[in-house]
């Protein structure tokens, strides 16, 4: 079973340039989850999706972040403008809704540096 | 609002030797899930071991173990026969089915 595919890996760009990740959840999942991770912390959610719809968007800073999932399947999350303070990882994760709570698959991350 | 805590930053082991991971946690919900996850140093967070806040009986995964301890609010991970392949951040969380929360993480450092 193929896991959690974000792309790309890394990505440099300078402040104020737009930047765009993409995440492919584990296939069936239906629960996807954006976190960043700022170095030596944990990460932090921005945003999670259930299918196709967005049910915990309370962290995501809406000024600057955008996020969708048009199909319930593939994501994207985009930063316009990118600021200094956004030089993260940025982790998708997906998990199934069979039971209470879920155990998160997650993909190896973006590393967006911002220059 | 849910909180996880984990007090010690840095931890390290001496190979085949066994080390506790602590963490803390704060929730109003009856119901829910606690998660140990590792991340090694290419990034990839692992789930290590889950343990459902219903039930008593410690969750165990090969070499990892956990003590919950549901009245004190505290899940610690316990690693049996460390080895150099458990050197990684250590990030306890909490969900319970609206919210999912991760602590601050250990990282552990295994000594040859």
């Known amino acids: 079973e193929a896991g959690v595919v974000q792309s790309p890996r890394y990505k440099i760009i300078e402040k104020k340039q737009p930047v765009a990740f993409w995440c492919n959840p584990i296939?069936?999942?239906?629960?996807l989850y954006w976190y960043r991770q700022n170095l030596g912390q944990g990460p932090e959610l921005l945003i999670r999706?259930?299918?196709?719809?967005?049910?915990?968007d309370s962290q995501l800073p809406k000024d600057r972040f955008s996020a969708e999932r048009l199909k319930g399947v593939d994501s994207t999350l985009k930063i316009q403008p990118a600021e200094l303070g956004d030089s993260a990882v940025y982790l998708c994760?997906?998990?199934?809704?069979?039971?209470?709570?879920?155990?998160?698959?997650f993909g190896p991350g973006t590393r967006l540096t911002v220059t | 609002a849910q909180t996880v805590t984990q007090s010690q930053p840095e931890m390290s082991v001496q190979e085949a030797e066994t080390v506790t991971l602590s963490c803390t946690y704060d929730t109003s919900e009856s119901d829910y899930y606690l998660f140990w996850y590792k991340q090694p140093p290419s990034r990839q967070m692992i789930l290590v071991i889950r343990?459902?806040?219903?039930?008593?009986q410690n969750a165990t995964e090969n070499r990892f173990s956990v003590n919950f301890q549901k009245a004190a609010k505290s899940f610690s991970l316990k690693i049996s026969d460390s080895q150099l392949g458990d050197a990684a951040m250590y990030f306890c969380?909490?969900?319970?089915?609206?919210?999912?929360?991760f602590g601050p993480g250990t990282r552990l450092s295994v000594l040859p």
């Open positions: 999706y259930e299918n196709e719809e967005a049910v915990d």
């Open positions: 296939s069936g999942h239906n629960t």
């Open positions: 994760a997906s998990s199934t809704n069979r039971g209470l709570v879920y155990e998160q698959y």
């Open positions: 969380a909490l969900g319970d089915g609206q919210n999912f929360v």
């Open positions: 343990q459902e806040a219903y039930k008593q």
